[in-house]
């Protein structure tokens, strides 16, 4: 780097000569006032990355622990009373409702008092079985459709499972409305996360061309 002598040839002040700058002249170093928005852009998605992460601790670890529990319900008898086989017949055979609410209101079970406390019939046609399930306690009761035989009596605790796990045991605004913000918050905690990771090695790569 050179700078102009301000003296001319004959000693006198002049802007021809030239002359070798002290190599403890300093440079200009642009580049750090342009790292510092990126660091604040850093600081400000750490931040918010942290805190949105403890308050979503505990809905994590539900909906981690309830997923896990619905993946095997078809496995766990505890958590899904497993689909009984009726006698061997054809569709025509089968029962008609009315007859099959009959014999559920029989047995005199504390859920089944009423037409009104069933909630749903699910029908296998292939396994031959109504399943009647009442509004009280996810107490599910299997009839043959053929038969009308009582072949189970269960606790459907992958309802119970399953509502805690949508929000819905809580109530219909967390089902709504905070289950909705909560799958946002994922959202931003996955897309934060690897800003964080990203963004030191998008700095240093940035700093060894500078």
């Not at 689909?83 to 209101?105: H, K, N």
Request: glycine share 6%; hydrophobic share 45%; with cysteine.
């Amino acid at each position: 780097m050179f700078h102009r002598d301000p003296r001319g040839l004959d000693g006198d002040l002049g802007p021809s000569t030239l002359y070798h700058a002290s190599p403890l002249t300093p440079r200009p170093m642009p580049q750090r006032a342009a790292a510092q928005p990126s660091m604040n852009t850093f600081k400000v998605f750490w931040s918010l990355h942290k805190w949105t992460g403890l308050a979503c601790t505990v809905l994590i670890f539900l909906t981690c622990g309830t997923g896990l529990m619905l993946l095997l319900k078809k496995q766990v008898a505890w958590i899904q009373p497993p689909t009984r086989t009726g006698a061997p017949g054809e569709v025509s055979q089968f029962l008609p409702l009315s007859e099959a609410f009959e014999i559920a209101l029989r047995m005199d079970h504390p859920d089944f008092a009423t037409v009104d406390d069933i909630d749903r019939v699910d029908v296998r046609p292939d396994a031959r079985v109504y399943k009647l399930r009442s509004k009280h306690h996810h107490s599910e009761v299997q009839l043959c459709a053929v038969t009308g035989e009582v072949l189970s009596i269960a606790t459907r605790r992958s309802d119970l499972i399953e509502e805690l796990h949508d929000g819905s045991y809580f109530g219909a605004w967390l089902h709504d409305w905070g289950m909705v913000a909560y799958a946002v918050a994922l959202a931003f905690l996955a897309f934060s996360g690897w800003w964080i990771w990203l963004a030191p090695k998008l700095r240093k790569r940035r700093r060894s061309l500078d």
